[in-house]
């Protein structure tokens, strides 16, 4: 049934339409700087995560893996993203822990990434010795923990426990050999999940936010009937949220629903560490080649390179620093939550 539904995963993801401005960017404005006083080739989009360099701060976000047939998506998605010089996280490896002859739908993205930055996936709920198999499977920089109690609900076969989470996160925090990246999956996090998360030691935080990939309805079509309603904190709301919080050394990552590089720009801008696309990548792999995904990777980090150019940012950091505005249903959502945003437009160009 696990091996199955990661077909179907896939086949309702693609069929899955988007509403524009679900993600909560269309609310974020960047202002244009008419002097930008820079080159193009002056422009830095380069990073480090888990101390391996970037040249820029974007992650293949956990798509897929546990099936035969879904090795040439990671082998291919990983040679991409090895060409690129970006990070690339693989599905949830629960399958590949019960059934290990569908292992290289995993280990193939190291096969074909000896060097770049990799991530396991696992739930949450995810043993130590189950954690170290995955991270030893595809020899991964981190591992991901995944919080999906939505999308669990919905299966008809998912978990209805959830006490222990946080006490199992800070465990594994505590012992892995490897930073951990707590990652919803498609349904936000509010600055209370996110500080109670930071408090058991945690440094990477994915809000994975609504506005993309809707598991949670995938799983009801699946059963063939459906709530009627969608759940979650858009994606730019939810990062403000833990940006409001940020403390330290905590990073936090913009995913869901991102659709291009102004997306990605946006987030860097508010704050976030790095970004993570999912679903658009996969459309354009499986429904075109590994070619048009070479192609259209190069184009959106051009499209960075670009948008940062017209700021007059000529680093990550230097994009921090320019203003914003936020408008509109994100405005006022922070402002109901007590959530000041006057300091975006404040800060001035360098």
């Known amino acids: 049934m696990r091996l199955n ?11 899955q339409g988007t509403i524009e401005g679900a993600n909560g960017f269309n609310d974020i404005t960047l202002v244009h700087n008419s002097l930008p006083q820079l080159n193009w080739e002056d422009i830095d989009t380069g990073c480090t995560f888990l101390g391996k360099k970037l040249a820029v701060p974007l992650l293949i976000n956990a798509m ?3 099936h035969r047939e879904l090795e040439g998506i990671n082998g291919d998605l990983a040679k991409v993203a090895s060409l690129a010089g970006v ?5 949830s490896q629960r399958a590949a822990l019960e059934d290990t002859s569908t292992r290289y739908s995993f280990s193939v993205v190291r096969e074909m990434n000896p060097q770049g930055v990799v991530l396991a996936n696992l739930g949450a709920d995810c043993t130590l010795e189950e954690a170290r ?8 920089d981190g591992l991901q923990l995944h919080l999906n109690v939505p999308q669990e609900l919905a299966m008809s076969e998912g978990d209805r ?10 465990m594994l925090n505590r012992d892995l050999e490897v930073p951990v990246i707590v990652k919803e999956v498609g349904f936000g996090m509010s600055r209370e999940s996110i500080s109670r998360i ?9 809000v994975g936010g609504s506005g993309g990939t809707d598991f949670m309805a995938i799983e009801e079509a699946r059963s063939g009937k459906g709530a009627g309603y969608s759940w979650g904190i858009p994606t730019a709301i939810s990062s403000l949220e833990g940006l409001s919080f940020v403390q330290g050394d905590l990073r936090l990552i913009a995913s869901g629903g991102i659709r291009h590089g102004l997306d990605i ?12 696309m999912a679903r658009p990548f ?25 948008i940062m150019l017209m700021l007059g940012a000529r680093t990550i950091t230097d994009l921090q620093k320019v203003p914003l505005i936020i408008s509109g249903n994100t405005y006022d959502w922070l402002s109901r939550r007590g959530i000041s945003v006057d300091h975006y437009a404040r800060r001035e160009f360098f």
């Not at 990070?87 to 599905?91: R, T, Y």
């Not at 198999?133 to 991964?140: E, F, T, V, Y």
């Not at 930071?198 to 994915?206: E, L, N, P, R």
């Not at 720009?265 to 993570?276: F, I, N």
């Open 265 to 276: 720009v946006k987030a860097l801008a508010m704050g976030c560490s790095l970004v993570g």
């Open 198 to 206: 930071s408090q058991v030691g945690v440094k990477h935080i994915d």
């Open 87 to 91: 990070a690339l996280a693989v599905g």
């Open 282 to 306: 996969l459309k354009v792999l499986v429904e075109g080649s590994f070619y048009e995904l070479n192609l259209y990777l190069s184009s959106l980090i051009r499209d960075i390179h670009r």
């Open 161 to 170: 426990k959830f006490k222990g989470i946080l006490e199992n996160i800070q």
């Open 64 to 66: 897929t893996g546990g």
């Open 133 to 140: 198999a995955a991270i030893k499977m595809i020899q991964a």
């Open 5 to 15: 539904r990661k077909l179907e995963h896939i086949e309702f993801s693609l069929k």
